[in-house]
């Protein structure tokens, strides 16, 4: 079965500071890979989507994802964190066969000032 | 362009009632997916609709229901209540199905608190 593992359940980092949450899915082919992001009280947001071709792809407030086959991996960085970035984080993985978003567990970001 | 639009915000309900959410989706969207977000199973696919048919459903049982109308809202209903079923109820659509990998657009969800 499909999975998404987020293994960073909280991160603390300071204002202006790099971030890279981390996102793992179980699948043999390559899926359609999705970072949300949501705030207290509100739904999901897109940030940014990978379906295919370069393996960096950008998105909305400064983010960046990159996918890497060869680890399973798609993990979502920013190189400088804005105290407005605190929120929870979600990876999402869509097999092209799927019929189904499969979620991570979520990341919650803190930023301190 | 309107974004998706879930009523009540809020709902308060009792064990053993049933209850009814409404999802209307982005203006052009014909697929309605449903979620259910607790902070125990986090998200959860309930199931999906493209042009009034269910093409999926996820692992809950039959008291979770819900249906797409011909102007692609949707409706959400779970009947006979258990105080598990407390969560934030999230609604999302988009241009084609979820197989094709189109991107899902949320609402900001129902609140349903069971007493």
């Known amino acids: 079965a499909q999975s998404v593992t987020q293994p960073d359940i909280h991160i603390t980092v300071s204002e202006g500071a790099s971030l890279e949450l981390r996102c793992n899915y179980s699948?043999?082919?390559?899926?359609?890979l999705f970072w949300y992001v949501q705030s207290p009280g509100q739904g999901l947001q897109l940030l940014l989507k990978?379906?295919?071709?370069?393996?960096l792809v950008q998105g909305i407030k400064g983010f960046e994802a990159e996918f890497k086959r060869s680890q399973s991996s798609f993990n979502l960085r920013k190189p400088s964190v804005h105290w407005s970035d605190a929120a929870e984080y979600f990876c999402a993985v869509v097999t092209n066969t799927g019929n189904q978003f499969y979620f991570g567990t979520g990341t919650s970001l803190t930023v301190i000032p | 362009k309107a974004g998706v639009t879930q009523t009540p915000r809020y709902l308060i309900k009792t064990r053993g009632q049933q209850v009814t959410l409404s999802c209307s989706p982005i203006?052009?969207?014909?697929?309605v997916s449903w979620y259910q977000q607790t902070p125990g199973q986090g998200l959860q696919f309930l199931f999906e609709y493209f042009s009034e048919t269910q093409r999926n459903k996820g692992n809950f049982p039959g008291r979770f229901s819900g249906r797409q109308f011909s102007n692609s809202r949707s409706e959400m209903n779970v009947s006979t209540l258990e105080l598990g079923d407390s969560a934030l109820y999230l609604c999302?659509?988009?241009?084609?199905?979820?197989?094709?990998?189109?991107?899902?657009?949320f609402g900001d969800g129902t609140r349903l608190s069971i007493l």
């Open positions: 203006s052009g969207h014909r697929s």
């Open positions: 990978y379906f295919s071709g370069d393996t």
């Open positions: 999302a659509s988009s241009l084609g199905t979820v197989a094709d990998g189109q991107p899902q657009h």
């Open positions: 699948y043999g082919a390559t899926p359609y």
